[in-house]
């Protein structure tokens, strides 16, 4: 049940969430994107109020449905580190992330988000193959 | 009523990427672990997501304009390129090194994990590289 009917509402309610914001400002929910131009873009405030927004749906999924919070991943500080600063620079240099290529862009039929979503799983996939397969208890 | 529609829109992104499991690493990790214990998740998730994004962005795209801004700003670019292909690379690496992508980090930040903390700001820190080198 928990492996598939959560994830399947869950992934709704993103794709709700992805649509509602592109029906009603016209932008794309890739959270890298929004995140970046939180700080650095225009149009500031509702990047900010997404950003609020996101944080705030967390914390009712959690608090008030009864979501129980994920136990607090056993990875050292240098792998923790080195990962973010790859996800951040990965996703300015490639556009997006899960949510900008993946529910955004592929709903858009965009090639280059078919691409980078076909990468970026398999470069996943790879790394978890060499980190807990071949050199396993390096995380 | 932009703040407020973007409000909503990141209201529904907390909810379901908690109610997915997607907030969870160990989830994402699971997925991406096709050698052992993989765990299917994240592929209801997309799928989930992306049903509805399939149908629905011809739909809205078709209208004249969004509902409370003046215009659409949707990428266009249908090339791909070296940039795209090598960020994408990067992305997926990091990704797997601890099974956090942007959105799933963000909403951790409210479980007070000093993890999340470290991958948030190094993210930003990622970010910010990216902009410097790519200049």
């Given at each position: 049940?928990?492996?598939?009917?959560?994830?399947?509402?869950?992934?709704?309610?993103?794709?709700?969430?992805?649509?509602?914001?592109?029906?009603?400002?016209?932008?794309?929910?890739?959270?890298?994107?929004?995140?970046?131009?939180?700080g650095?873009?225009?149009?500031?405030p509702?990047?900010?109020a997404?950003?609020?927004?996101?944080?705030?749906?967390?914390?009712?999924?959690?608090?008030?449905?009864?979501?129980?919070?994920?136990?607090?991943?056993?990875?050292?500080?240098?792998?923790?580190a080195?990962?973010?600063?790859l996800?951040?620079?990965?996703?300015?240099?490639?556009?997006g992330?899960?949510?900008?290529?993946g529910?955004?862009?592929?709903?858009?039929?965009?090639?280059?988000?078919?691409?980078?979503?076909?990468?970026?799983?398999?470069?996943?996939?790879?790394?978890?193959?060499?980190?807990?397969?071949?050199?396993?208890?390096?995380? | 009523?932009?703040?407020?529609?973007?409000?909503?829109?990141?209201?529904?992104?907390?909810?379901?990427?908690?109610?997915?499991?997607?907030?969870?690493?160990?989830?994402?990790?699971?997925?991406l672990?096709?050698?052992?214990?993989?765990?299917?998740?994240?592929?209801?998730?997309?799928?989930?997501?992306?049903?509805?994004?399939?149908?629905?962005?011809?739909?809205?795209l078709?209208?004249?304009?969004p509902?409370?801004?003046?215009?659409?700003?949707?990428?266009?670019?249908?090339?791909?390129?070296?940039?795209?292909?090598?960020?994408?690379?990067?992305?997926?690496?990091?990704?797997?090194?601890?099974?956090?992508c942007?959105?799933?980090a963000?909403?951790?930040?409210?479980?007070?994990?000093?993890?999340?903390?470290?991958?948030?700001?190094?993210?930003?820190?990622?970010?910010?590289?990216?902009?410097?080198?790519s200049?």
């Open positions: 049940m928990n492996h598939f009917t959560l994830p399947l509402i869950g992934g709704v309610i993103l794709g709700v969430a992805a649509i509602w914001l592109l029906w009603a400002l016209g932008r794309v929910a890739g959270i890298s994107g929004i995140l970046w131009g939180a650095a873009g225009p149009e500031r509702w990047r900010w997404f950003l609020f927004g996101l944080l705030g749906g967390g914390l009712i999924s959690h608090q008030l449905l009864g979501v129980p919070v994920p136990l607090d991943q056993d990875i050292s500080t240098g792998v923790i080195m990962s973010g600063l996800v951040g620079f990965g996703t300015r240099l490639g556009s992330c899960t949510s900008g290529h529910v955004c862009g592929l709903g858009r039929r965009s090639p280059r988000s078919l691409a980078a979503v076909v990468t970026f799983i398999a470069c996943g996939v790879l790394t978890v193959l060499i980190t807990q397969h071949l050199i396993g208890g390096l995380l | 009523m932009k703040s407020v529609s973007a409000l909503i829109a990141g209201v529904l992104f907390g909810l379901g990427l908690t109610l997915s499991g997607m907030s969870d690493p160990a989830n994402v990790r699971g997925f672990d096709v050698m052992g214990n993989w765990r299917p998740d994240l592929a209801f998730v997309m799928g989930g997501a992306v049903m509805i994004t399939f149908i629905a962005t011809p739909w809205v078709k209208r004249p304009l509902l409370f801004h003046s215009s659409f700003a949707v990428p266009t670019n249908v090339i791909l390129d070296k940039r795209l292909i090598t960020g994408a690379a990067l992305f997926g690496i990091g990704w797997g090194l601890s099974g956090y942007p959105g799933p963000l909403v951790s930040l409210t479980y007070g994990y000093d993890t999340t903390v470290v991958f948030c700001i190094a993210m930003i820190a990622g970010m910010a590289l990216e902009r410097l080198v200049r």
